[in-house]
Nanobody, 125 residues
Framework: QVQLVESGGGSVQTGGSLRLSCAVS????????WGWFRQAPGNRREEVAK??????????TYAESVRGRFTISQDISKNTLYLQMNSLKPEDTAMYYC????????????????WGQGTQVTVSS
């Protein structure tokens, strides 16, 4: 059974930083796509960043709204995904979810992949 467990959310002021972690277990494929999504109340779920666990050198894709401020990374030895978030803004406030699926091309579509329970990030002005 695939499990994803996020941690690292919290409350910060504008300009602050947080690092999210996502520990993945039970995925039978050695290579898969994993990434971060977020959803604010009343908004649609938004893709933040994602890449393939193996072939990470090909580069992640980032949402325009976070490019230059957020960095996705991984520690394969720990099977853990990270999201370093710098220069946080109030509009970054959302529930952040880690997800994993066979392909990056459809990760984020309804009923695709495996998802964590989410970790709340709140940025105050």
């Amino acid at each position: 059974q695939v499990q994803l467990v996020e941690s690292g959310g919290g409350s910060v002021q504008t300009g602050g930083s947080l690092r999210l972690s996502c520990a993945v277990s039970g995925y039978t494929r050695s290579n898969y796509c994993w990434g971060w999504f977020r959803q604010a109340p009343g908004n649609r779920r938004e893709e933040v960043a994602k890449f393939y666990r193996i072939r990470a050198h090909e580069g992640p894709t980032y949402a325009e709204s976070v490019r230059g401020r957020f960095t996705i990374s991984q520690d394969i030895s720990k099977n853990t995904l990270y999201l370093q978030m710098n220069s946080l803004k109030p509009e970054d406030t959302a529930m952040y979810y880690c997800a994993a699926g066979d392909y990056c091309s459809n990760l984020g579509e309804p009923n695709i992949g495996y998802w964590g329970q989410g970790t709340q990030v709140t940025v105050s002005s």
